[in-house]
């Protein structure tokens, strides 16, 4: 099979591969300048599907310049055999068309039919012809579609930036007086980063007056934010929907030696402390919705499965007991409730 695009690409531009089985489609650019104004009339007819030959092309890679062909009535057995299919598309880029061309074996072997003069009729190709046009189509439209969100969130975080920079000046020039601008501010730093990584959020509450208690310097703000969206993100069983917990904003501490790192074990369980505290919140949700807290509740709280809790409590089995002994008052709604924390906790009190 050989397959040809003409279309605007900066500028009227021609493209072509070979071969089938490709995972990947990588054309190559074949046009010359000279043979831009022929590919643009080619753009610009209107026929949608049409079967032909490569005569009818206006850009070979095989450069092959034929005379013009005589215009003669062709035989039904002359449009059966024609093998080249060229679909013509609206373009994204001008008013003109894109036009997609494939070109079949003889035989249309590509269709696992036996191989004859009579392969595929007229009726049967034209038909084939408006199917793969509709799929292109389809993509056409979904590609569309989709840079149009892209464009919109992308315009919608530039706004976003430009007036969290604003927020961040005025915050520097009235940092004792500032209260209610570092509130509005902080709110911008999350709903920027939820549009950044176009997902919803839910904070945990008193997440915003516990930043502002930890008396995090302006300009570390924004790192210290996207930091807790980031293992927010890692943490969530469904990226479009994560959970901001008070644990994933870093206290300010006493200073520490400039080679101080923290180990990979405070890391992981820092993760498994997270985990904890937002299944703690779902609970206390349905606590205070009058919902019976049990896996079944509680995974339709967090809106994932109930084997998905049950898997994550396993992997982070050890790390939630260590958490467990060391804090034996926190998290008392799921340690009583879920019993995958429950059969831990009452381990732990067993051997102690």
């Excluded at 502002?212 to 969530?236: H, V, W």
Aim: with cysteine; aromatic share 8%; net charge neutral.
């Amino acid at each position: 099979m050989e397959f040809y695009l003409y279309c605007m690409d900066e500028n009227v531009k021609g493209y072509y591969t070979e071969g089938k089985y490709k995972v990947d489609f990588l054309p190559q650019s074949f046009e010359a300048v000279d043979d831009r104004p022929s590919i643009q009339r080619f753009r610009q007819l209107k026929k949608e599907v049409f079967w032909g030959d490569l005569d009818d092309l206006p850009a070979r890679v095989d450069v092959i310049k034929k005379s013009k062909k005589t215009i003669q009535q062709l035989s039904i057995q002359d449009e059966i055999e024609q093998n080249v299919l060229i679909i013509r598309l609206p373009s994204l880029k001008d008013d003109s068309n894109d036009v997609f061309v494939i070109r079949f074996a003889k035989s249309f072997s590509n269709f696992y039919i036996p191989s004859g003069r009579n392969a595929l009729s007229s009726e049967l190709k034209q038909s084939l012809g408006k199917t793969i046009r509709g799929q292109l189509n389809w993509l056409y439209q979904l590609y569309d579609q989709q840079s149009d969100n892209v464009k919109r969130i992308q315009k919608a975080y530039l706004r976003h930036a430009d007036e969290l920079n604003v927020l961040k000046e005025r915050l520097k020039e009235e940092s004792a007086a500032g209260e209610q601008l570092l509130e509005k501010y902080v709110y911008g730093l999350i709903q920027a980063q939820a549009q950044q990584l176009n997902c919803a959020v839910e904070m945990e509450d008193n997440f915003v007056q516990h930043i502002k208690k930890t008396k995090i310097p302006i300009e570390q703000l924004e790192d210290r934010i996207a930091s807790a969206f980031r293992t927010a993100y890692d943490l969530a069983i469904n990226p479009n929907h994560i959970q901001l917990t008070r644990n994933l904003i870093e206290v300010q501490r006493e200073a520490v030696p400039a080679n101080y790192s923290k180990s990979t074990r405070m890391v992981e369980l820092d993760k498994s402390k997270a985990l904890l505290s937002r299944y703690e919140a779902a609970a206390r949700q349905l606590d205070n919705d009058g919902i019976h807290i049990n896996g079944k509740n509680l995974a339709a709280a967090l809106d994932i499965s109930g084997p998905a809790i049950t898997d994550a409590i396993k992997k982070h089995r050890h790390k939630i007991q260590r958490l467990l002994e060391k804090f034996p008052q926190e998290w008392p709604l799921i340690s009583d409730y879920i019993r995958p924390i429950r059969d831990i906790k009452e381990e732990i009190r067993s051997v102690g």
